[in-house]
């Protein structure tokens, strides 16, 4: 750089024409110095592949329209520099091995990790997760195919010359690439050259169309169709050149090139030389790659702009409207901005980076009306500092059990803000739910709650695995007012509940429809502590022995020949006991029979019912009664298969949210907590 000192060298009023050019080359450096130094920042910050949509991957043109990706299976060594086949715009040279259509699907997953941080960065990955994505199996032989091609793609070298802007670009798909045997993930870098590539245009490529199509030639077809922007006609002679085809005639390759476009949807050889693209283009929507703006579908906020970009700590993007709103009062069209303020909104997460919206809001004046507002977009609420995405994202990771501690620390909101989005998402989806109707099948269950408020209800549907509500007490004069507004009580077929006197008047009472089955759970083991209790009154002794205990316990077909020679050994000592033990297996042989037709029930009733006489004629007389009691209940569970073990379950996931809550004061966060978890499948729809 010219010292300024040397600029002002010569004095006087006069200059001479040396002089004036010495200045003006120093001002020149000067400048060229400035814009430099204020250039390089930008150029760390738009060092970035362009955003493309998730269902999509983003390619550049000049590779689509190359045989660098062919449709051949093998991987032919070339020598360096080899000239491929390529439209008559670019020249296309390739040292390495030859690139096939499963190396450019590796590729496009690769570009499509990395489009969301500058080029150069680190990509990060495990190999599982790049498997799953491009569709493979995850065995040992495809993670061998994806190292290779990965090597592949890191030796050979691409020189691709622009005819037209005589610019050629000249180096790896991917550069420098880490790979841990042990955690199974990997690091592969792009280099920021690969920015060249999308100067010349790129092709959104429809990810979920490509994977469907079977034939490597389908797909290269897919491709190369998607990355024109108007319908042009090519020969047959071309494509096979263009697509890296190892097939000699041409006449097979047209039948081959026949089965791809079926396999595309469409049948359009035209006169056996030349195919017409117009159809083709039209109808297989195969023109992803005409200009569009991606952001709409990246952001999930409909008609925006983005103005510009910035990566740092968090992802900072600045938009605006993409145009004028109707007003909403007149639905006329004259309006016109009257002021513009800005909002600042959290949403989502992208990778590890929080991404924060920065929005132009217009307020309009409509000229037809005289009336003022502001513009809205879809997904954000008024006066709200969060996008309805990025609370939704919130939600789903609390209700997936990430603690409240964590999510302060990964999305920087406090604890109570999202106790407070969680609350609010859970009342809205109860608040759908309040009005159904009672279930066909319901299983009614207590279980305790606290030692205050004593114990809850709950109440399930055992014909969808679903709680349909949990309600304070279990008694009918803590659950009248609740079963009277109950909508749907007469459509209720039948009950499943235990042996509770109480629940049953409620059931004949408030469903006077349902049939009562008893849980079979809860009468096998009634049956069992009654034979217990009389075994402390014949042989205390006896009963204080574990081994017997088990024994005694177990259905006797259940019994190995050792073990039920050491129990008869025992039972002969006591001959009551042994008369009460084999009825006692008797009747656990009725209890646990299911799927009987009615024909067979019938048989099997009179039989029942002589067993529980002679229970009666026994010490047993309290199971006798007990059973005589609830008789229709217990034959039922003959026909009906449904039981309360589903609801037990939930009793048992009920106790282990109570716990990681460290127990709940307020009932009605408690009844929340129990339907968001176990009343539905946690997903809010995004409509």
Same mark, same amino acid.
Not at 527 to 533: I, T
Not at 638 to 641: K, L, V
Not at 657 to 667: E, I, M, Q, T
């Given at each position: 750089?010219v010292?300024?000192s040397?600029?002002?060298a010569?004095k006087g009023s006069k200059k001479t024409?040396?002089?004036?050019l010495v200045r003006v080359?120093?001002?020149?450096e000067?400048a060229?110095?400035?814009?430099?130094?204020t250039a390089a920042?930008d150029?760390r910050?738009t060092?970035q592949?362009?955003?493309?949509p998730?269902?999509v991957?983003?390619?550049?043109n000049?590779l689509?329209?190359?045989?660098?990706?062919t449709?051949?299976?093998?991987?032919e060594?070339?020598?360096?520099r080899t000239?491929?086949?390529?439209?008559?715009?670019?020249?296309l040279?390739?040292?390495?091995?030859?690139?096939n259509q499963h190396?450019?699907?590796?590729?496009?997953?690769?570009?499509?990790l990395?489009?969301?941080?500058p080029l150069?960065?680190e990509?990060r990955f495990s190999?599982?997760?790049?498997?799953?994505?491009l569709g493979?199996?995850?065995?040992k032989t495809?993670?061998?195919q994806l190292?290779?091609?990965i090597?592949?793609l890191q030796g050979?070298?691409?020189?691709?010359?622009w005819k037209k802007d005589?610019?050629?670009?000249?180096?790896q798909l991917?550069g420098?690439?880490?790979?841990?045997?042990v955690t199974?993930r990997?690091v592969?870098?792009l280099?920021?050259?690969?920015?060249r590539?999308?100067d010349?245009?790129h092709?959104?490529?429809d990810w979920?169309r490509?994977?469907?199509?079977?034939?490597?030639?389908?797909?290269w077809?897919?491709?190369?169709?998607?990355?024109?922007?108007?319908?042009?006609?090519?020969?047959?002679?071309?494509?096979?050149?263009l697509c890296?085809?190892?097939?000699q005639?041409?006449?097979?390759?047209?039948?081959?090139l026949?089965?791809?476009?079926?396999d595309?949807?469409?049948?359009?050889?035209?006169g056996g030389?030349r195919?017409?693209l117009?159809?083709f283009?039209?109808?297989?929507?195969?023109?992803?790659?005409?200009?569009m703006?991606?952001?709409?579908?990246?952001l999930?906020?409909r008609?925006l702009v983005?103005?510009r970009?910035?990566?740092?700590?968090?992802?900072?993007?600045?938009a605006?409207?993409?145009?004028?709103l109707a007003?909403i009062h007149?639905?006329?069209?004259?309006?016109?901005?009257?002021?513009?303020?800005?909002?600042?909104l959290?949403?989502?997460?992208?990778?590890?980076?929080?991404?924060?919206l920065h929005?132009?809001?217009?307020?309009?004046?409509?000229l037809?009306?005289?009336r003022?507002?502001?513009?809205?977009?879809?997904?954000i609420?008024?006066?709200r500092?969060a996008?309805?995405?990025?609370?939704l994202e919130?939600?789903?990771?609390?209700?997936?059990?990430?603690s409240?501690?964590?999510l302060?620390?990964?999305h920087?909101?406090g604890?109570a803000?999202?106790?407070?989005w969680?609350?609010?998402f859970?009342k809205?989806?109860? %608040? =759908?739910? $309040?009005g +159904?109707s009672?279930?066909?099948? &319901?299983?009614?269950? !207590?279980h305790?709650?606290?030692?205050?408020?004593?114990?809850?209800?709950?109440?399930?549907?055992?014909?969808h695995?679903k709680?349909?509500?949990?309600v304070l007490?279990? %008694? =009918?004069? $803590?659950? +009248?007012?609740?079963?009277k507004? &109950?909508?749907?009580? !007469?459509?209720?077929?039948?009950?499943v509940m235990?042996l509770s006197?109480?629940y049953r008047?409620i059931?004949?009472?408030?469903f006077?429809?349902?049939?009562?089955?008893?849980?079979?759970?809860?009468?096998v083991r009634l049956?069992?502590?009654?034979?217990?209790?009389l075994?402390?009154?014949?042989d205390?002794?006896?009963r204080?022995?574990?081994?017997?205990?088990?024994l005694?316990?177990?259905?006797?077909?259940?019994l190995s020949?050792v073990?039920?020679?050491?129990?008869h050994?025992?039972?002969?000592?006591?001959?009551?006991?042994?008369?009460?033990y084999?009825?006692?297996?008797q009747?656990?042989?009725?209890?646990?029979m299911?799927?009987?037709?009615?024909?067979?029930?019938?048989?099997?009733?009179?039989?029942?019912?002589a067993?529980?006489r002679?229970?009666e004629?026994?010490?047993?007389k309290?199971?006798?009664a007990?059973?005589?009691?609830?008789l229709e209940?217990?034959?039922r569970m003959?026909?009906?298969?449904k039981?309360?073990?589903?609801t037990?379950?939930?009793h048992?996931?009920?106790?282990m949210?109570?716990?990681?809550?460290?127990?709940?004061?307020?009932?009605e966060n408690y009844?929340?907590?129990?339907?968001?978890?176990?009343?539905?499948?946690?997903v809010?729809?995004r409509?």
């Open positions: 750089m010292n300024p040397e600029k002002l010569v024409a040396s002089d004036a080359r120093a001002m020149q000067e060229m110095q400035r814009q430099q130094d920042p150029q910050i060092a592949l362009p955003l493309w998730e269902v991957r983003g390619v550049p000049s689509l329209r190359t045989a660098l990706f449709i051949g299976k093998g991987h060594k070339v020598k360096t000239l491929l086949a390529s439209t008559t715009d670019i020249e040279r390739f040292s390495g091995d030859r690139f190396d450019l699907d590796v590729w496009e997953m690769l570009l499509h990395a489009r969301l941080q150069g960065d990509v190999t599982y997760s790049l498997l799953k994505a493979r199996g995850t065995g495809q993670r061998e190292k290779n091609e090597a592949r050979g070298v691409v020189e691709i010359t005589r610019k050629t670009f000249s180096g991917v420098n690439a880490y790979r841990d045997e199974k990997q592969v870098i280099n920021e050259s690969l920015l590539l999308y010349d245009g092709t959104h490529i979920a490509r994977k469907a199509l079977k034939s490597s030639l389908a797909r077809l897919h491709g190369f169709y998607a990355s024109h922007a108007v319908a042009y006609p090519y020969k047959v002679e071309t494509l096979h050149g890296g085809s190892a097939t005639q041409l006449r097979n390759f047209r039948q081959i026949k089965i791809a476009l079926d595309l949807g469409l049948f359009i050889i035209k030389q195919h017409s117009d159809l283009l039209r109808r297989t929507s195969l023109m992803e790659g005409m200009p703006s991606p952001v709409n579908s990246i999930g906020i008609d983005v103005q970009v910035e990566r740092h700590r968090d992802i900072h993007v600045w605006s409207p993409a145009k004028r007003c007149c639905q006329q069209g004259s309006v016109r901005i009257k002021a513009t303020h800005q909002r600042t959290k949403h989502t997460r992208q990778g590890n980076q929080l991404m924060v929005l132009a809001v217009p307020k309009y004046h409509c037809d009306c005289n003022y507002f502001r513009h809205r977009f879809a997904g609420r008024p006066r500092r996008t309805e995405a990025y609370r919130v939600f789903e990771a609390h209700d997936g059990g990430v409240q501690r964590q302060t620390r990964t920087r909101i604890s803000t999202v106790e407070r969680y609350q609010s859970i809205q989806r109860v %608040s =759908e739910l $309040s +159904r009672c279930p066909q099948v &319901l299983g009614i269950d !207590e305790f709650f606290s030692r205050k408020k004593g114990y809850a209800t709950t109440l399930v549907d055992l014909k695995h709680v349909f509500d949990v007490g279990r %008694s =009918e004069a $803590s659950l +009248r007012s609740y079963l507004r &109950l909508p749907g009580r !007469e459509h209720v077929r039948v009950i235990d006197e109480t008047r059931a004949q009472e408030y006077p429809n349902a049939m009562i089955v008893a849980d079979r759970f809860h009468v049956v069992n502590q009654h034979f217990l209790k075994w402390q009154q014949h205390p002794e006896g204080k022995n574990r081994g017997l205990l088990s005694m316990r177990r259905h006797h077909w259940k020949s073990q039920k020679e050491r129990l050994q025992y039972l002969a000592q006591e001959p009551v006991l042994q008369a009460l084999f009825a006692k297996q009747l656990n042989g009725f209890l646990v299911k799927h009987l037709k009615a024909k067979r029930a019938k048989q099997l009733l009179p039989k029942f019912l067993l529980i002679q229970f004629q026994s010490p047993a309290a199971l006798a007990t059973l005589t009691s609830w209940p217990i034959v003959w026909r009906f298969t039981s309360n073990g589903i037990e379950g939930f048992t996931k009920m106790e949210l109570s716990r990681r809550a460290y127990g709940f004061r307020n009932f009844r929340m907590r129990v339907l968001a978890q176990c009343g539905w499948n946690g809010i729809n409509v």
